[in-house]
């Protein structure tokens, strides 16, 4: 078992987690349902944390969870061509081998 990601906004940890389990990635969220007045531990040890479940999940898990938190960003991430199936990098609007534009 691996942390992730922690944060203090439940919903944040809940969509990352739905992100990962949607690659395959076996996780889970603790501390989902406390928040405020559990004691004396630190708040980020009461935050929801992401956990995954195999340790060789971890770096995958990263790389995706801070491609989700960059998408603000202007550069996307990288999608597939529809029209040829090449993978092209998220700051170009359309394909640099076929031109078709992004989905
Ligand atoms: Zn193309």
Do not use: K
């Amino acid at each position: 078992m691996q942390r992730v990601y922690t944060d203090s906004d439940p919903l944040i940890v809940g969509h990352l987690a739905e992100v990962l389990r949607g690659r395959g990635i076996v996780c889970m969220v603790r501390n989902y349902y406390l928040g405020g007045g559990v004691g004396d531990l630190p708040p980020t040890e009461v935050w929801p944390q992401l956990w995954v479940e195999r340790d060789e999940d971890e770096a995958v898990a990263r790389r995706l969870i801070d491609e989700v938190l960059s998408n603000h960003d202007s550069d996307g991430p990288a999608w597939v061509c529809p029209g040829c199936g090449e993978r092209v990098e998220g700051q170009f609007a359309a394909c640099w081998r076929c031109g078709s534009p992004a989905p």
